[in-house]
C-alpha cells in the first residue's frame, strides 16, 4: 500500500495555515487576541449552548470545573473505570477521593445503576464520560444526580458532536468539558473548552483560568487563580478546524457504518452500542469479539500489513494510584479491555482505507 492507513491522527491542512498566518500577523500569539473569543462564540454556537470558556486542555477544563463546584478534600466524585486517566486525576489534583465504578456490557460507559449502589453522603458529584464518541444515558444519568442534588461534570473530550435526543453531549451537566487535543474531532494542537448552564459561573471560570486577574482593576488578584489560558494561535488553529467540522463528522460516521457493514456476517464480532435517543460521533470505532481471540498478535499481523490499531483503555483501576479507590467488581471494564480492538478512524483515511482494513481484518480473523 502506497498511502499510510492512520489510526487517529489529526486532519489539519491549507485553511489552518492560513488562519495560523493571519494570527501570527496580527501580532497577537500569545493568550491575548481576537481569536479567542471569537473560537469561543463559534464553538458555543456548534453545541448549541450560550458560553463557552476556552482552557489549556480537557484536563484543565475537568480540573476547573470541579473547582468552580467547590469539590475538595473529603468529597466523592463517582467516575467509569473504563476511561483515560485524564477523568480521574483532576479529582485527585482537587484533593477528592474517585469512586470508581464499572460500566455497562453493551455501551461501554458507566452504568446508572451502578452508581445508585455506589452514592453515600460524601457524594459531590459525577463524571460520565461518552466513550469513544458513545452518549451516556443522560435520562438516567440527569435522574440521579437530581434525586441525590449532585454536581454533573461530562466528559465529553471523545464526543464533540455526539448527540442524545438530539442535544450535543457536554450542554447536559453542570459543566462539559471538551478536548482539543491532536488526536479529538478537531485539534488546536492542545486545548480545551468548558461549556456550562450558568453563564456566571463560566465568567468565574474565566477569570480563575487568568490567573484570577481583575480586568477592570489592573494587576489585582483577589483569589487564587491558574494559568490555563488557551492561545491566540490555538483559537486561530481551532477556527479552521471548525469549518470542517461537519465534514469530519460525517466521514468518522460512514467509517463507523462501513466497519460495522462489512463485518456483520462475522457472528463474533460486536460493536458499542447505542442507548435510545443516542446518536454517537463515532470519533473512534472500535469493535470486541465475543470469542478468545490474541489481540496482540492480530494487531501484530494487522501492523505488517499498514494498519495501526490501539487497545481499549486499560480500566484505571489496574494502576497503582486508583486501584484503592476501586468500587464493587469491574468485570464488564476488564471484560471489554481484554476482548476489544481500535480500529483505524483518522479523517485522513479513505472509505477504500476502511473497506482494506476490513478485509485485511477478516483475513486474520476467520
Ligand atoms: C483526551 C481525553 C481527556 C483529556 O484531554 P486533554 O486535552 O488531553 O487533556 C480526558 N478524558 C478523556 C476520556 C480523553 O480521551
Known amino acids: 500500500m502506497a ?177 482539543f487535543n491532536g488526536n479529538k474531532l478537531i485539534t488546536t494542537g492542545g486545548g480545551g473548552m468548558v461549556a456550562g448552564k450558568n453563564d456566571e459561573s463560566l465568567d468565574h471560570i474565566k477569570f480563575l483560568v487568568n490567573q484570577a486577574r481583575n480586568e477592570s482593576e489592573d494587576d489585582y488578584h483577589p483569589e487564587v487563580g491558574f494559568n490555563y489560558r488557551m492561545t491566540n494561535i490555538e483559537a486561530a488553529l481551532g477556527l479552521a478546524q471548525l469549518e470542517k467540522i461537519d465534514m469530519f463528522l460525517s466521514k468518522k460516521r460512514k467509517f463507523n457504518q462501513i466497519y460495522r457493514e462489512e463485518l456483520k456476517d462475522i457472528n463474533f464480532i460486536r460493536f458499542q452500542e447505542e442507548y435510545m435517543n443516542a446518536e454517537s460521533s463515532c470519533w473512534m470505532s472500535c469493535v470486541i469479539f465475543k470469542k478468545k481471540i490474541d489481540i496482540s498478535g492480530l494487531q501484530k499481523k494487522l501492523k505488517e500489513n499498514g494498519i495501526p490499531t490501539r487497545r481499549v483503555f486499560i480500566p484505571v483501576v489496574e494502576f497503582p494510584p486508583y486501584k484503592r479507590y476501586k468500587f464493587a467488581d469491574h468485570k464488564n471494564s476488564c471484560h471489554i479491555y481484554e476482548n476489544s480492538l481500535c480500529l483505524p478512524s483518522s479523517t485522513l483515511n479513505s472509505e477504500d482505507d476502511i473497506y482494506y482494513v476490513c478485509r485485511t481484518l477478516k483475513r486474520n480473523i476467520l
Not at 464553538?43 to 489549556?56: E, H, N
Not at 469539590?71 to 486525576?89: Q, W
Open 3 to 179: 498511502k499510510r492507513i492512520e489510526l487517529d491522527a489529526p486532519n489539519v491542512s491549507e485553511i489552518e495555515k492560513e488562519y495560523l498566518c493571519k494570527s501570527i500577523d496580527s501580532g497577537f500569539v500569545s493568550t491575548f487576541g481576537p481569536q479567542v473569543p471569537e473560537f469561543e462564540n463559534r464553538f458555543a454556537k456548534y453545541i448549541g449552548t450560550g458560553k463557552a470558556v476556552s482552557i489549556q486542555s480537557g484536563t484543565a477544563a475537568i480540573h476547573i470545573a470541579l473547582f468552580e463546584s467547590g469539590i475538595g478534600k473529603g468529597d466523592e466524585v463517582i467516575v467509569p473505570s473504563l476511561t483515560f486517566v485524564a477523568t480521574i486525576n483532576p479529582i485527585l489534583y482537587a484533593g477528592a477521593n474517585p469512586v470508581i465504578v464499572d460500566v455497562d456490557p453493551e455501551t461501554w460507559n458507566i452504568d446508572p445503576d451502578e452508581i445508585q449502589r455506589a452514592v453515600t453522603k460524601k457524594t459531590k458529584a459525577i463524571i460520565p464520560v461518552h466513550l469513544y464518541g458513545n452518549p451516556c444515558h443522560m435520562d438516567a444519568l440527569g435522574q440521579i444526580a437530581k434525586e441525590h442534588g449532585l454536581s454533573m461534570i461530562e466528559d465529553a473530550t471523545e464526543s464533540l458532536g455526539a448527540t442524545y435526543r438530539k442535544k450535543q453531549t457536554g450542554t447536559f451537566g453542570d459543566f462539559g468539558c471538551f478536548s
